[in-house]
C-alpha cells in the first residue's frame, strides 16, 4: 500500500510540471484570444464613433461624385474633404478639367 502511495506521489512530481504548464499555455491563450476581441471591438466602436464624420465640427459627411471623383462634405459647415488617391486622380486630369471640376466643386 506504501509502495503504490509512492508511487502515486513519484507520478504526480514527474508530471505536475507538465500539467502546470500545460494549463499555463492554456490561459495565456485564451487571455490573448479575449485581448484579440477587447481590440477588435474598441476599433469597431471608434470607427462607428468618426467613421464619416467631419474632423472641423463632427456632423455626418455626404459622399457626392463628380466627375468620377468621390469626394466628402460636410452636411454642416460645407468642408470639402478627398481621400489621398481622389486627390491624385484630380491632379492626372487636363487643366481644363480641373478648373472646371473646381468650380462646380466650389459652385462658382
Known amino acids: 500500500m506504501d509502495e ?3 508511487r502515486e506521489d513519484d507520478w504526480f512530481r514527474q508530471n505536475e510540471k507538465q500539467l502546470l504548464e500545460t494549463a499555463r499555455t492554456a490561459r495565456e ?3 490573448n ?12 466602436r471608434l470607427k462607428a464613433l468618426h467613421y464619416m464624420r ?3 465640427c463632427g456632423h455626418q459627411m455626404v459622399e457626392e461624385t463628380m466627375e468620377s471623383i468621390t469626394i466628402d462634405r460636410c452636411s454642416f459647415c460645407e468642408g470639402i474633404y478627398f481621400d489621398a488617391h481622389e486627390l491624385d ?6 487643366q ?8 462646380r466643386l466650389l459652385k462658382i
Open 29 to 31: 491563450k485564451r487571455e
Open 33 to 44: 484570444e479575449r485581448r484579440a476581441k477587447e481590440k477588435t471591438a474598441e476599433l469597431d
Open 89 to 94: 486622380d484630380l491632379f492626372m486630369k487636363k
Open 4 to 6: 503504490d502511495r509512492r
Open 54 to 56: 467631419c474632423p472641423k
Open 96 to 103: 481644363e478639367q480641373r478648373q472646371s471640376f473646381i468650380r
